[in-house]
């Protein structure tokens, strides 16, 4: 038994219609979480068009949060044996959940990833695989073993989620699967990805190219969320030493270019500077504008 989770919050409801599109006929039950939307009678308006166990959340608890009440609920409502994750914005290509499987079952794999590309640019992206500090952008084959894993499009089953645990709340959102993924690999879990499985994802708000590089852009809450829980992940024992010291340099580069890039500085500066003190401080969960 195969289940999707799905979590919303304020989604384009056109482009979660095709997502469920996508699902028809691929899984067994659909479970569309909602993290407190405005239009969430448009969502449920969804509901009648489509065969989906909707959870709706009273307020925005965090997509860890919203992640875990989902899986919970396929796993001990629905009995399901496999999990698939989906952010509300990713389409899924034909075949792609008994691919998913197929790959998965052939191999010794706790975490398997689908391979996403930019439906706007058609851009393709690789995988991510660290030597210490250093990153390695792996082209995704059949099978390739990489160090984590995005949460949408990531297949896993029920006992691995068991053993694993949860996905970690006090992240709130950002770093929670690149955290569940490392905590996996830290009990020996096997964490990869399949070029078989194909879905159209964007990350970011935006696409940035500097210096020849593509990065994304965030909005200045999503940069306090990146900035902060990055010292929760560098206080982790089973985090790798090379990925702590990469991100201590990158956030601090990340910092300067959402600085340079975004129109309101005055706002994006308050808000790094909160991120600091609430990661120095080892406060988190979701923002408080008041601490």
């Known amino acids: 038994m195969i289940s999707s989770v799905t979590v919303t919050y304020n989604p384009d409801i056109a482009c979660l219609r095709n997502q469920l599109q996508s699902l028809v006929g691929q899984v067994d039950c659909c479970i569309i979480v909602d993290n407190g939307s405005l239009n969430i009678v448009e969502i449920e308006g969804l509901h009648k068009e489509f065969s989906f166990d909707l959870i709706k959340l009273e307020k925005n608890f965090g997509l860890a949060y919203a992640q875990n009440v989902g899986i919970n609920h396929a796993i001990e409502t629905k009995g399901a044996d496999y999990l698939l994750l989906l952010d509300q914005d990713s389409i899924l290509e034909p075949k792609f959940i008994s691919n998913l499987l197929s790959v998965y079952q052939q191999n010794n794999v706790g975490i398997l990833g689908a391979s996403f590309y930019d439906p706007n640019s058609g851009e393709i992206y690789p995988g991510t695989s660290y030597n210490g500090p250093f990153i390695s952008r792996v082209p995704v084959q059949e099978f390739s073993e990489v160090t984590f894993v995005i949460a949408s499009g990531s297949f896993f089953s029920s006992d691995v989620f068991k053993k694993v645990g949860g996905m970690e709340e006090q992240l709130f959102v950002d770093y929670i699967d690149v955290e569940w993924s490392l905590r996996a690999k830290s009990m020996g879990f096997a964490v990869a990805m399949t070029n078989k499985a194909k879905m159209a994802h964007t990350i970011g708000d935006a696409r940035l190219k500097i210096l020849g590089r593509t990065i994304s852009v965030h909005s200045a809450l999503r940069r306090y ?67």
């Open 225 to 291: 969320y990146l900035v902060r829980n990055s010292f929760f992940m560098i206080r982790l024992p089973y985090v790798p030493a090379g990925y702590k010291i990469r991100e201590m340099f990158l956030n601090v580069l990340r910092a300067i270019i959402s600085i340079c890039t975004n129109k309101n500085k005055k706002h994006i500066c308050k808000m790094i500077l909160a991120g600091l003190r609430d990661g120095l401080k080892n406060q988190y969960g979701e923002y408080a504008s008041k601490r």
